[in-house]
């Protein structure tokens, strides 16, 4: 079985700022790992993907997120924060590529403070 | 990009009708979609999984006869919530595998609110 775990469900960060959203997994084989983004009314869009190349894998609108096998672990940064960023974010996992069926975290809100 | 229509965007209906839910791919052929439903403060969960022309799978404890999935086109898969009641109220979401990039990306619709009173 898959479960993801993120680490609050609600972050505030001044623009500008450093973005930090974590997400931590469990999977009994080598696991895909996803940020999406979703903004307000909006579908789920893809940030960026893990799929057993790189361990950081740098996605759009400046995130990135590094996949650490011994802390199960896939968080997900941006140095400098934009008011634009302010959305929900989900980590998700999948046993196969991006179109297998994911198992997503609880979500994180960002809120970004001008 | 790729674009999944999802409508409606929000509906309230009484207890005990049905709703249906309708995501298309506008401009790729999804050959599967998924649904999901997320509630309050909780992460999506999947429900099921459509191919096109064939029979959903439903994941452990989601109902079959009350969660209708039909995907009779590679454009178009629907949700009917029949006999609904309150618990059912969710957000709904579905996501559509692109036929001809198959595993590379998935697209999401913009989600369903539903209320049922």
């Known amino acids: 079985a898959q479960s993801v775990t993120q680490l609050g469900s609600h972050v505030s960060v001044s623009e500008g700022a450093l973005v930090l959203l974590r997400c931590n997994y469990s999977?009994?084989?080598?696991?895909?790992l996803f940020w999406y983004v979703q903004y307000p009314n909006q579908g789920l869009q893809l940030l960026l993907k893990?799929?057993?190349?790189?361990?950081l894998v740098k996605g759009i609108n400046g995130f990135e997120a590094e996949f650490k096998k011994s802390e199960t672990s896939f968080h997900l940064t941006k140095p400098s924060a934009h008011m634009s960023d302010a959305a929900e974010y989900f980590c998700a996992v999948s046993k196969g590529a991006a179109g297998n069926k994911l198992t997503f975290g609880g979500g994180t809100r960002v809120l970004v403070k001008p | 990009g790729a674009v999944v229509s999802q409508h409606p965007s929000w509906v309230i209906c009484k207890s005990g009708t049905s709703v249906k839910i309708e995501c298309r791919s506008l401009?790729?052929?999804?050959?599967?979609m998924f649904w999901y439903r997320q509630f309050p403060k909780q992460s999506l969960m999947l429900m099921a999984t459509?191919?096109?022309?064939?029979?959903?799978?439903?994941e452990q404890g989601v109902e079959k006869d009350k969660f209708l999935i039909n995907h009779a086109s590679l454009t178009l898969s629907t949700l009917t919530v029949t006999s609904a009641h309150p618990e059912d109220s969710s957000f709904y979401i579905c996501?559509?595998?692109?036929?001809?990039?198959?595993?590379?990306?998935?697209?999401f619709g913009s989600g369903t609110q539903l209320s049922v009173l």
């Open positions: 893990y799929t057993s190349a790189a361990t």
């Open positions: 999977s009994s084989v080598p696991p895909y």
């Open positions: 401009d790729f052929q999804a050959t599967t």
């Open positions: 996501s559509a595998r692109d036929r001809w990039t198959g595993d590379e990306k998935l697209f």
């Open positions: 459509s191919n096109e022309g064939s029979k959903a799978t439903y």
